[in-house]
């Protein structure tokens, strides 16, 4: 039978608090891989210029990350590489540009707090977002797996998301809701809340995850590190905003883009799309 709960709840009144006050902290090292499905009229791209842009955009966002944790506190940021910064495709004078942000941009969670800050930028701006974290009502589906050196169980839930498409004509971008499902892989044997991205409350450290278009796989696992012993510090950079004012800034800032590179003569089709927590 599957289970049911909001793992948060039983942290603030305390029924499993010995589980996260052990002491334990660690660094976990992730790669992720990502799929693309671009949904564009026939008359700007034609599906061979369409499958090599998904081919050249899913080889560059293979990336490294590490999170950082104690039994309260998490940092999340990308491994320092060479092959870091936006990732680009094109086919045809079609151009893509993902941009994921700066390679040292970081999310701080904060579980007792129920808090997170998270550095962004828009159009060069730099932005500190703070604001209360969001449970997920995770659902336990009671299959299991090895991952490495764990034993791993199977959590699931599903949320409605504002995700952002090109209109039909490639002339604006329109907002619409979407159903996301994902799927974590968590091992009570390393018992930390932790998880990559903005993902967290399971009573165990999350191995695997898939959300629909993004998976993210823990590859090596460093705990209580004595030659460099873990250190979480908050971010600090950036103008503070909520997370709705960030979105708002977002939103302005796509638009602003999109008038920028509209209807200019030989400079081909070029598309920004971000990728955020």
Not at 231 to 242: E, L, N, S
């Amino acid at each position: 039978m599957k289970a049911r709960f909001l793992i948060l709840i039983a942290l603030l009144m305390g029924s499993i608090q010995p589980l996260f006050s052990q002491g334990l902290t660690g660094r976990a090292y992730y790669k992720s891989s990502s799929s693309f499905k671009f949904e564009m009229d026939s008359s700007q791209m034609n599906p061979d210029q369409m499958a090599e842009i998904q081919a050249q955009l899913k080889k560059q966002m293979e990336r490294e990350y590490v999170l950082s944790f104690t039994p309260i506190e998490s940092i999340w940021k990308q491994v320092e590489s060479l092959g870091g910064g936006p990732a680009t495709a094109s086919s045809g004078g079609m151009q893509i540009v993902i941009n994921t942000g700066s390679q040292d941009r970081i999310l701080y969670k904060n579980i007792a707090e129920q808090t997170f800050e998270q550095e962004q930028d828009v159009m060069g701006k730099e932005f500190l977002i703070k604001d209360v974290l969001e449970p997920a009502e995770w659902e336990l589906t009671g299959e299991s797996k090895q991952i490495g050196d764990y034993t791993a169980q199977k959590a699931t839930y599903t949320r409605i998301v504002d995700s952002q498409r090109f209109s039909t004509g490639m002339t604006e971008m329109e907002t619409v809701k979407d159903t996301l499902s994902i799927t974590a892989w968590f091992t009570p044997e390393i018992p930390v809340p932790h998880g990559p991205e903005n993902y967290f409350g399971l009573p165990g450290l999350i191995l695997e995850l898939n959300n629909g278009g993004r998976v993210l796989i823990c590859e090596r696992i460093e705990l209580n590190p004595s030659a460099e012993p873990v250190a979480i510090v908050r971010p600090d950079r950036g103008k503070v905003v909520t997370r709705e004012e960030f979105r708002t800034i977002q939103e302005e800032g796509m638009k602003q883009m999109m008038n920028r590179y509209q209807g200019k003569p030989g400079d081909g089709n070029q598309f920004t799309i971000r990728i955020g927590n």
